[in-house]
């Protein structure tokens, strides 16, 4: 199998969450997109924000990243990452897979999201509050495979609002884009 057969490529989830990362990011915004794969959402970013950082676990991602010309730093979710960042981007692994559909290689990484789809989404919403900016905002992508009404409460048990500001129809799936930020009512000042 060639290195680029372990990378996720770019298709409709990218290409949505790309997107909504358009309209939502900020010249001066400092950007992390965790999970990046290809880079193909952080290098479509670059130039129109004040800094990208991207994050990916797969070595063989984080390379094709660094070849986009995007500043990748190779790690689990945003593990050692310091913030803060002002908008952060994650397309992740969210396809439901029973314990016995696994495969054990870094392509299969970017697409299993446990039992119920949310396994690495959980992770990373239980984290994303250590690096994100007071006023950051968050673009999560999500398919209806993997239980909108469970992450949105996800991000609330963590201190986020969240909405819906994108989706697109597929056959059999709807994927979405989230975008959370702190509940600034529940916030201790």
């Known amino acids: 199998m060639s290195k680029g057969d372990q990378v996720y490529s770019p ?4 290409f949505l969450l790309l997107r909504a990362a358009l309209r939502e990011v900020r010249p001066d915004d400092r ?9 193909y959402i952080a290098a479509g970013l670059l130039g129109r924000a004040a800094r990208v950082v991207a994050t990916d676990i797969n070595p063989h991602a984080a390379a094709s990243a660094r070849a986009r010309g995007v500043e990748v730093v190779r790690t689990d979710l945003a593990a050692g990452i310091s913030g803060p960042f002002d908008l952060i ?3 992740p692994p969210y396809l439901p897979t029973a314990p016995e559909e ?3 290689d870094w392509l299969e990484c970017a697409l299993d999201g446990g039992p119920t789809g949310r ?8 984290d994303a509050g250590r690096v994100l900016a007071p ?3 968050i673009l999560l992508l999500i398919s209806s495979l ?3 009404d469970e992450v949105r409460e996800a991000f609330t048990r963590h201190g986020f609002v969240s909405f819906i500001v994108d989706e697109e129809n597929l056959d059999g799936e709807t994927l979405y884009v989230l975008r959370a930020m702190r ?3 529940r916030m201790k000042f």
């Open 11 to 14: 298709a409709e989830d990218s």
């Open 31 to 39: 950007v992390l997109e965790v999970g990046t794969g290809s880079g």
């Open 89 to 91: 981007l994650f397309n």
């Open 102 to 104: 696994r495969i054990d």
């Open 119 to 126: 396994a690495v989404i959980e992770r990373f919403i239980a």
């Open 135 to 137: 006023s950051g905002r």
């Open 146 to 148: 993997t239980g909108p």
């Open 183 to 185: 509940d600034l009512c």
